[in-house]
């Protein structure tokens, strides 16, 4: 079935960097987008950014902006979030999910959360 | 950035009830707005993209309307396993935002 299988939790510490992965199955990868989006503990939902796998466009959220790079690898239908110079509000729940029904961009599937805790 | 105000925040309901949650975008958006639901620990669900169309697989008690600004999503007759915090998200333009949430909770 169509799925994204995201990797494992993650404990950082402050100015360190995490990668995040996500893996696509049951679908053709390059045909659609990646979203990701995050959710700090007891918070709403924050847009991270965006990733089109076919075009390679990307775009980023202003807050983590310089700091974040997504990129995707059509060969293994993954697609990665690195998260760099990690601060203690960095601390979420992490997912990926698929952009579809363009053009209104839905997130349709929903990848199982990677919690990332940034402590010293 | 456009900003995306629900209400109410939260709200209490019987089993059967007629729940109604209000999405306001600060600019127009035309129908570029989709609700999704999230249960506690889970990954949120999709269950109306463009305003008013139904996901596949969501049961039709549910709908949205509404364009420009102001847009609702109802729950017809509210279910036991319906009870979790709704979020509204735009996608006219990015950075693609998302209202605060609702948490719809057993009266």
């Known amino acids: 079935q169509v799925q994204l299988v995201q990797s494992g939790a993650e404990v950082k510490k402050p100015g360190a960097s995490v990668k995040v992965s996500c893996k696509a199955s049951?679908?053709?990868?390059?045909?659609?987008?990646i979203t990701w989006v995050r959710q700090a503990p007891g918070q709403g939902l924050e847009w991270v950014g965006w990733i089109s796998a076919y075009s390679g466009n990307i775009n980023y959220a202003q807050k983590v902006q310089g700091r974040v790079t997504m990129t995707t690898d059509t060969s293994t239908s993954t697609a990665y979030m690195e998260l760099r110079s990690l601060r203690s509000d960095d601390t979420a729940v992490y997912y990926c999910?698929?952009?579809?029904?363009?053009?209104?961009?839905?997130?349709?599937?929903w990848g199982q959360g990677t919690m990332v805790t940034v402590s010293s | 950035d456009i900003q995306m105000t629900q209400s109410p925040s939260s709200l209490s309901a019987s089993v059967g009830d007629r729940v109604t949650i209000t999405c306001r975008a600060s600019q127009t958006i035309s129908s570029y707005l989709n609700w999704y639901q999230q249960k506690p620990g889970k990954a949120p669900k999709l269950l109306i993209y463009a305003a008013s169309s139904l996901q596949s697989g969501v049961p039709s008690r549910f709908s949205g309307s509404g364009s420009g600004t102001d847009f609702t999503l109802t729950i017809s007759r509210l279910q036991p396993e319906d009870f979790a915090t709704y979020y509204c998200?735009?996608?006219?333009?990015?950075?693609?935002?998302f209202g605060q949430g609702t948490k719809v909770e057993i009266k």
């Open positions: 049951g679908y053709t990868f390059n045909n659609y987008g």
């Open positions: 999910a698929r952009v579809a029904y363009g053009p209104w961009d839905a997130f349709d599937i």
């Open positions: 998200q735009q996608s006219y333009s990015t950075p693609w935002t």
